[in-house]
């Protein structure tokens, strides 16, 4: 007999939950990791534009961290995706990204999503392709950031993913 595992709970993360996202994302090896202090503050100010994923006990199993852009407040920002290695493969970043989108559309009003892509990062090219084909939504791409505007050394350029009209 083999157990079923039951479908993740999507919420919003917690400042509780600040460890275990700055820990995925640390262990991710590919995402830019942010002080373990910006993982507090962002489960605290961007709850609402976020999501953590959760197993039967409540812990974090993958997170979404966004936040609406300022000067385009039906535009949802995607800053950072991760799923804990031992839950990757099982399509928890397309679950996560669903509900938060479906979320802000309902309460922000979204129409849009935004994140930006280093070419060669097929993990999230794939996820937000198909995140704008399963939603019926055009996906146009552009450098945002130039390799040339990053002061840090060598740095790929950020792709603009900018997936629109979302349907209501």
């Known amino acids: 007999m083999t157990a079923v595992q039951a479908d993740p709970q999507i919420d919003r993360p917690t400042t509780a939950d600040g460890a275990a ?9 590919v995402l830019d990791l942010n002080s373990s202090y ?14 953590v994923a959760r197993d039967e006990r ?3 199993m993958g997170f979404i961290t966004g936040y609406v852009r300022p000067d385009s ?21 397309a679950k996560l990204l669903d509900g938060l ?17 280093t070419p060669g990062n097929t ?26 505007l990053f002061p840090d050394g060598p740095h790929d350029p950020e792709v603009l993913y900018r997936i629109g009209p979302l349907p209501h």
């Open 58 to 60: 409540g812990e974090p």
């Open 73 to 93: 407040p039906h535009t949802l920002l995607v800053w950072q995706v991760a799923v804990d290695e031992a839950h990757r493969g099982r399509g928890l970043a």
């Open 21 to 29: 996202l700055w820990r995925m994302a640390k262990d991710s090896k």
């Open 123 to 148: 993990a999230s090219e794939r996820l937000f392709t198909s995140f704008a084909e399963r939603h019926g939504a055009r996906l146009e791409r552009e450098v945002l950031f130039d390799t040339g």
């Open 101 to 117: 989108v479906a979320r802000t559309v309902a309460e922000r009003g979204v129409t849009t999503v935004e994140t930006t892509i």
């Open 38 to 51: 910006s993982y507090l503050l962002w489960c605290r100010d961007f709850a609402a534009t976020s999501a």
